[in-house]
């Protein structure tokens, strides 16, 4: 009996490689669950702070840092600027930042007004459930992504990092 269940653990586990292999042979890997490394900017339509539309397609073929941030985390008020700083000097070669407001604790300031005194000025917009499901979940702020030119996700850092760091991954997307 235990011959027999062993073999077809095997067998299951040999057929499992075998469809893995003959996808990456067709050219189709499997998917990359959302929020990992190497998985797809997902696609959204929201309204911005401002009341303009922030589309995911209107971001084809950029490099686009998405920021999820709160009026109450003390290391997004240190990061979002230096953002805005990188958003400053690459926009002009590709480079996209958006801000979602996470919403799972009350806001310490008007979110426009807390975002007009740190000096952010690239779009903002409110994450929803369903959104933050896109991005895969969020496990602390802030939360960090940067997806490549094709729109997938080659960075992801969770917690405070310095610009210095995420702007040397910004010139390799470039």
């Known amino acids: 009996m235990k011959r027999r269940m062993l073999a ?13 292999a003959a996808e990456r042979l067709q050219g189709r890997e499997a998917p990359v669950p959302a929020g990992e490394i190497n998985s797809r900017l997902p696609p959204f339509s929201v309204r911005d702070l401002r009341g303009h539309t922030i589309s995911s397609a209107d971001f084809r073929g950029k490099v686009v840092l998405v920021d999820f941030w709160a009026t109450w ?18 926009g ?5 930042v958006i ?21 952010v000025r690239y779009p903002l917009a409110v994450a929803s ?6 991005f895969g979940g969020i496990e602390g702020l802030p939360t960090t992504l940067l997806y490549d030119r ?3 996700l080659v960075k992801k850092v969770i917690g ?15």
């Open 92 to 96: 002009p070669q590709g480079l996209v």
């Open 160 to 174: 405070f990092e310095y610009s210095e760091a995420f702007e040397a991954a910004v010139k390799a997307a470039l």
């Open 129 to 134: 459930i369903e959104l933050i499901k896109e």
């Open 8 to 20: 077809v653990v095997f067998i299951l586990a040999a057929c499992s490689v075998g469809v893995a």
């Open 73 to 90: 985390c003390e290391p997004c008020k240190k990061e979002m600027p230096a953002y805005q700083r990188l958003a400053d000097r690459y």
């Open 99 to 119: 801000g979602f407001k996470m919403t799972d604790m009350p806001d310490t300031e008007n979110p426009a007004r807390f975002a007009h005194r740190i000096g």
């Open 150 to 152: 094709q729109g997938k």
